[in-house]
């Protein structure tokens, strides 16, 4: 199955603070035990939303927003997408990870559909 592993956004991540060296290192060993495993297909960390826009959309009508949103909890500051087994393997790495933040942090884990979801 494959799984969508979300980082979410702080106060820190948000004001664009940069990881220390350390954290850079303990994440590219957990990275590299990812890839070895077979378990990460990519991954990445995001810009603070400061950076970002957001299109609503109401029927045909467009509009632009931009960034930086609200509600920083409910962003997302890096992302996984990995290959697992169940979604208690994916529980089991998460668990593994280094915080990946100075501070209290959160990472969500959402499974992607797929084709036998729609048969």
Do not use: H
């Amino acid at each position: 199955m494959r799984v969508m592993v979300l980082v979410k956004a702080t106060k820190d991540s948000e004001a664009g603070t940069m990881p220390t060296a350390e954290l850079l290192s303990a994440m590219g060993k957990f990275n590299d035990e990812l890839t070895k495993a077979g378990i990460m297909l990519t991954g990445d960390g995001l810009k603070p939303s400061s950076q970002g826009k957001r299109v609503t959309f109401d029927g045909p009508n467009r509009s632009v927003i931009d960034g930086p949103f609200a509600e920083t909890r409910e962003l997302v500051a890096g992302y996984w997408i990995w290959e697992v087994k169940d979604m208690a393997e994916a529980v089991e790495w998460v668990k593994r990870c280094p915080n990946p933040m100075p501070g209290p942090s959160e990472i969500e884990i959402r499974p992607f559909y797929e084709m036998a979801d729609f048969a």
